[in-house]
């Protein structure tokens, strides 16, 4: 019996998938691949990768160690600058004292904790080191950017009127208007 169960199953299932629907056939609409090869040759694998130049050392950045309290910045500048060796000018208004305990730190960093603690700035200027008191100061920059021409024109137009009655006595209102301007040019844009 279950031989007979198992073979009227087979059966059924050999033909319901005979009843599945067909394929579609794609509409001319449809995007296909090109059925003609494409002219031309495959180009050959690349061998030899370019060759990077080798890394050049870099020298490591001087570093100096600077334990001071309540020294003058002025004799703390030119020490710092006769210890590497740098060229130095300091505005006589640069004043003030300074505590510091810097271990191996470059010159920048060491100019950078300074200006933090008395009123100075600094830049180098053809190996010299000009510190100056921190004052506003003008500075240009020159900006490269594209020159446009803007021109704009805007119309419109605003009307009130207010009307109502009152009790037996009545009355009334009046509205006013601006004025409209046409341009022949222009429908009310912006250009």
């Known amino acids: 019996m279950t031989f007979r169960l198992f073979g009227a199953l087979s059966v059924a299932l050999v033909l319901l998938a005979g009843c599945g629907l067909a394929p579609l056939e794609p509409s001319e609409a449809h995007l296909r691949a090109p059925t003609e090869p494409v002219a031309g040759t495959i180009p050959p694998p690349v061998q030899l990768a370019p060759l990077l130049p080798k890394p050049k050392p870099t020298t490591r950045a001087e570093t100096y160690s600077v ?47 300074v200006a933090r603690q008395v009123d100075m700035r600094y830049e180098v200027k053809g190996g010299t080191l000009i510190i100056q008191r921190d ?52 429908q009310g844009g912006i250009q």
Do not use: K
């Open 67 to 113: 334990v001071v309290h309540n020294v003058p910045v002025q004799d703390l500048l030119f020490a710092l600058a006769r210890d590497a060796r740098v060229q130095v000018d300091i505005h006589p208004d640069v004043n003030g004292s300074v505590t510091l305990n810097a271990i191996d730190q470059t010159m920048e960093q060491l100019l950078v904790r």
């Open 135 to 186: 004052t506003p100061f003008l500075r240009v920059y020159r900006i490269d950017y594209v020159n446009l021409s803007r021109e704009g024109s805007v119309d419109g137009t605003l009307s009130s009127s207010v009307t109502g009655t009152s009790g037996a006595s009545g009355g009334g209102g009046g509205g006013g208007g601006a004025p409209e301007r046409h341009d022949d040019h222009d």
